[in-house]
């Protein structure tokens, strides 16, 4: 039987918002519920928390956008979905530049009117590397200004302890920007490349994206079939 919907985590400093043009697409997304970690989760503890606030009957699959993508990761070991969707993500963390300890042992130092700064700098330089118009960038910055400061901090401890999982029972799909500095290109294996894309991939590549995740589903339902 062909995957009803697939159920997908944003990345961080996102909301459900990201996945406007997969949904006006008419894709068979459900975002999954935004949940603040509690102290100490770590990401398989977090995916449980996941796991038992979504519907998981019926046939579906799980995914996410950067670092959803590692929950999806997760998740996948808690669950039977049909497959793993990737979108700007990584199957484990030693696809992370080492760096990334160094920004979030920093956050826990700053307080939070600087997060929120820092946020919105972030959001202006993103834009500007993706080559986002008006209407992307106040996108991500009004998500970026609504997270509240505890769940990136609780999320950016997550990313940096996380490994992955070792196996996977089912298969893993994923589509990747040649250019993306977030999660670089160079530490992945997609099995689409992107040209040019960055980390925003969905918004400013959405049709070779929205081609990928069709096709997967095609070759999911037919795998089925057999």
């Known amino acids: 039987m062909a995957v009803d919907r697939i159920i997908m985590i944003p990345g961080m400093g996102a909301d459900e918002r990201l996945f406007a043009p997969q949904l006006a697409d008419g894709l068979p997304i459900e975002v999954a519920p935004m949940i603040t970690p509690e102290r100490g989760d770590d990401m398989a503890r977090y995916a449980e928390r996941i796991r038992d606030a979504v519907d998981l009957t019926g046939n579906y699959a799980v995914g996410g956008i950067s670092y959803g ?100 029972s089912c298969p893993v799909r994923h589509i990747h920007g040649s250019k993306d500095r977030v999660i670089p290109f160079s530490r992945v294996t997609p099995d689409e490349v992107v040209p040019e894309g960055g980390h925003l991939i969905n918004m400013t590549h959405t049709n070779q994206v929205n081609r990928y995740i069709e096709r997967v589903l095609t070759e999911s339902a037919t795998a089925v079939s057999v």
Do not use: H
Not at 73 to 90: G, H, N, R, T
């Open 69 to 168: 993508g590692m929950v999806a990761c997760e998740l996948a070991q808690l669950c039977a979905p049909k497959f793993v969707l990737l979108i700007a993500s990584c199957r484990e963390g030693r696809s992370l530049p080492g760096y990334y300890r160094l920004v979030e042992y920093t956050s826990r130092l700053l307080p939070t009117p600087l997060i929120q700064r820092r946020c919105a700098a972030s959001s202006r330089v993103l834009a500007s590397v993706e080559k986002l118009d008006r209407e992307q960038y106040d996108l991500i910055r009004d998500m970026s200004l609504n997270m509240p400061v505890p769940f990136l901090r609780r999320v950016g401890r997550m990313i940096i302890q996380w490994e992955g999982p070792r196996d996977y």
